[in-house]
């Protein structure tokens, strides 16, 4: 697949096989696709948690409050992303510009995972609704979650969905 194939492929998955485990090898890839990702100057601020098992478990749980995320729990494999402190020289641009380069980097990092994923024939789900401290104790994280990200087969139930977009004019201009 090309990466506008994996695009238009790629959707939040909101029903997981829980009988289907993801492979180490397609793991890998995902994460390594967030490690090529592009950070500002190359500082990859950021840090991904694997959870299986019971401690995926406990983390959908700790996504799941006021009745948001229950498809959370069928989801195999949840990538707790972390934010980290800046480099030295992307600290000085963020302060100078007045830009959060973190959240930044974060975002492209997730969309990397995710469309990765999708090219392996898995389905994602980018979460910003979780309980941080929670998550950090299940974890055993010092730094602030900013993301976890629901990784597994789609159900059999859940089939592609036409894609809602604006019309690219109303997303773009050309300036000569």
């Not at 890998?28 to 490690?35: F, V």
């Not at 469309?115 to 730094?143: M, N, P, T």
């Not at 993301?147 to 109303?170: F, Q, S």
């Amino acid at each position: 697949m090309n990466f506008v194939e994996i695009a238009k492929q790629r959707q939040s998955c909101r029903a997981y096989d829980p009988t289907r485990e993801v492979e180490q090898s397609k793991l890998d890839s995902i994460l390594e696709a967030a490690r090529l990702s592009p950070s500002a100057c190359n500082g990859q601020p950021y840090f991904i948690t694997v959870c299986k098992g019971e401690s995926a478990k406990k983390v959908a749980k700790a996504t799941q409050g006021m009745g948001m995320n229950k498809f959370a729990s069928n989801a195999p494999v949840l990538l707790v992303v972390s934010e980290m402190p800046y480099v030295a020289s992307a600290a000085l641009g963020a302060k100078v510009k007045k830009n959060d380069y973190r959240s930044i980097d974060i975002g492209i990092a997730a969309a990397y995972i995710t469309a990765e994923a999708a090219a392996q024939g898995l389905g994602s789900c980018i979460l910003g609704w979780f309980d941080d401290s929670e998550i950090r104790s299940v974890c055993a994280l010092e730094h602030p979650v900013r993301l976890v990200i629901t990784v597994g087969y789609p159900a059999p139930n859940d089939p592609l969905r036409p894609k809602k977009r604006k019309d690219i004019c109303e997303l773009t201009k050309t300036v000569e």
